[in-house]
């Protein structure tokens, strides 16, 4: 009798030891999982996107991937302060990294809780905005991405027309 007891607390204690790892393992691997890699500015150009339809880039010259950049007339800070204006206006979005010329912001879908990247960089000589939407999971976005970009052009070019 006193050996099987042994045994059982022998075994539930490497059930639990094998509970605890995998739930912390878990705990990590959701944490860690859909960190990118390939955000910010490398010698002032946005990361090109895989070759997946589940990305669009302004820098981009694979063409199922590019779009057009956004161009302003007004100033730098003008501009900017309407890209602000139209991120906090869209569901979903949560801004990251807010540097002079670089923006990182997060979109989050409702439902499933998928996280999306939005860059955004600012070129004050050219005055142009380029941009890279890409979903962080998965193959296809479902045009979600070039959508998305194309709501922020628009709604940049209405807050301009408005402003005159």
């Not at 539930?12 to 393992?25: E, K, Q, R, S, Y």
């Not at 979903?92 to 999306?116: A, C, M, N, Q």
């Amino acid at each position: 009798m006193k050996t099987l007891l042994k045994k059982f607390i022998y075994l539930t204690a490497i059930i639990g030891c094998m509970v605890f790892c995998f739930l912390l393992f878990s705990i990590i691997h959701l944490f860690l999982k859909d960190l990118p890699y390939n955000l910010g500015l490398k010698n002032q150009l946005l990361s090109l996107c895989p070759k997946t339809p589940n990305c669009v880039s302004s820098q981009e010259k694979f063409s199922q991937n590019s779009i057009q950049p956004i161009t302003f007339e007004d100033s730098l800070e003008q501009a900017k302060e309407r890209i602000y204006q139209v991120i906090n206006t869209m569901r979903g979005s949560r801004i990251i990294t807010k540097e002079f010329l670089y923006l990182h912001v997060e979109f989050t879908t409702p439902v499933l809780r998928f996280i999306d990247d939005l860059e955004i960089s600012f070129d004050r000589s050219q005055s142009l905005i380029h941009l890279r939407s890409a979903s962080r999971t998965g193959y296809w976005d479902l045009g979600v991405n070039r959508r998305r970009v194309e709501t922020i052009r628009s709604e940049f070019n209405k807050l301009k027309y408005e402003k005159d």
